[in-house]
């Protein structure tokens, strides 16, 4: 598939069904796009749809059959968009292009010459939960322990909003932007790393109901 030129192109792509969930279109929106009037398109759209489909099938889905609806915050940005948001004089928070190719820009590999993708997400369920204890861990936990895939974690203070990322080659971070818990959770060679984690999550499933 070409890059969308038109109107009914552009819908073409956003009508990709990469999940039984998710299409191409959800993962498309930007605040950033929409101020600075910047077409947030995948140069590459089938190298974009083969890893947002890894996401979806792989990390997405399993997730939302758990606890519900997602909503996608932050997902694919072109590396146009990318990059006014990496602009500190703009005030974004974007890392660099570098940075995020074969993760926020879903259709350019990584220095090492891999594919991935992130969508930042909010898991609506676990909302008041988060809320009432501030234990964004148990559900960094319970993905870590059910959801294997994954490559990295990125945990926000709004929501618990979080990056969830695939990854050709996964990390296996968890890491928190929280204040009070900022940094690490786990990664390899941690201490924690390894074994069964549900102690630090069943509370919070039977909260939800789960």
Known sequence: MRKPQSVKSLEKLGRVQLSPSF???????????????IPNIPDFPDIAIQTGSNLCQKLLEPLQNKFGRISIRSAYR??????????????????SNESNFASHIWDYKDANGYLGATA???????????ERTGNWQALAWW????????????????????????????????????????????KPGADNFDG?????????LREIGL
């Open 23 to 37: 299409f191409m279109r959800d993962f498309l929106h930007s605040e950033i796009s929409q101020i600075e009037s």
């Open 78 to 95: 072109s590396p146009l968009v990318n990059a006014k948001g990496a602009d500190n004089k703009n005030q974004y928070s974007c890392a």
């Open 120 to 130: 930042c997400i909010i898991v609506n369920s676990f909302i008041p939960y988060y």
């Open 143 to 186: 993905i870590h322990d059910n959801i294997p895939e994954y490559s990295h974690m990125q945990f926000f203070p709004n929501y618990a909003a979080f990056n969830l990322s695939w990854h050709e080659v996964p990390k296996k971070e968890i890491y928190s932007f929280i204040t009070g818990s900022k940094g690490y959770l786990t």
């Open 196 to 204: 069964e984690h549900s102690e630090y999550y069943e509370e919070m």
